[in-house]
């Protein structure tokens, strides 16, 4: 997918072979969303790209790559289930519909794949995303979110 922005042309694909600059990207871009886990590996970013429920959605412009999503398509007895996970563009590509490309991205590729909603999750300190979520159409849900530690 060719998205043009206002400030020039986004490019928006899937990532089936990890690249040198995927890794880099990925060393630079995971810091900007998560302190407390390293970004992944090479052999941990192939092994996403080859599975069948990880799709990892990578944004480009010509600065090079400047975000990404993982989308996660599972089938459970109830239907395809959809996640969006882990969205990060680049501080200096912020505000420049990197995100909202990234996302309608993920959504037509859920859509497609048979999945009648997406979820995600995200802090509430995030306001912009939560922003831009809202504009796309998610709702909040009054749901419960529980978390095991299978290391503790």
């Keep these: 997918m060719v998205v043009s922005g206002h400030t020039g042309v986004v ?14 990207a990925f060393a630079r871009l995971i810091p ?14 192939e092994e996403m790209a080859k599975s069948d429920a990880s799709h990892i959605l990578i944004a480009r412009n010509d600065d090079g790559i400047v975000g990404s999503l993982t989308l996660v398509l599972f089938t459970i007895p109830t239907g395809v289930r959809a996640w969006i996970e882990d969205v990060v563009v680049d501080s200096a590509a912020r505000g420049q519909g990197v995100g909202d490309q990234l996302n309608r991205f993920a959504l ?3 859509a497609k794949a048979g999945a009648t909603t997406v979820d995600l999750t995200s ?10 979520y809202q ?3 998610f709702e909040q849900r ?5 978390r095991y530690n299978v290391g503790s």
């Design 11 to 24: 490019h928006i694909s899937e990532a089936v072979e990890i690249t040198d600059e995927i890794v880099e």
């Design 123 to 132: 802090r509430p300190s995030r306001e912009a995303a939560n922003r831009l």
């Design 32 to 45: 900007q969303l998560s302190s407390s886990n390293p970004p992944p590996s090479t052999q941990r970013l």
């Design 108 to 110: 037509d590729m859920a």
């Design 135 to 137: 504009r796309l159409g």
């Design 142 to 146: 009054n749901t419960n979110v529980y």
